[in-house]
């Protein structure tokens, strides 16, 4: 054999392996990760995200009403 043909032979063994590998990531491995994965993760943060903001919320709303009661104790019912 010559040297040309022994390179085209390594060269086209390494693009046809990457091309398997390729081929098994995109459309074997990636679609598992994203379905049984990402898309639990995904709605678990969304999940949390909901919780966190409900909380603040919640806390800010009692915090103004508590402040309110406060200020109209303090301010209205004092004796000067």
Do not use: E
Not at 1 to 11: A, E, F, G, K, R
Not at 30 to 50: D, M, R
């Amino acid at each position: 054999m010559d040297t040309l043909s022994i390179v085209y032979n390594i060269i086209s063994s390494t693009v046809a392996v990457v091309i398997k590998f390729a081929t098994w990531f995109y459309f074997t491995f990636l679609p598992f990760v994203i379905q049984y994965i990402g898309i639990p993760l995904f709605v678990l943060g969304i999940i949390l995200a909901i919780g966190f903001a409900g909380g603040t919320l919640l806390f800010t709303i009692i915090f103004f009403i508590f402040m309110y009661f406060f200020i109209k104790g303090t301010i209205f019912s004092s004796n000067p």
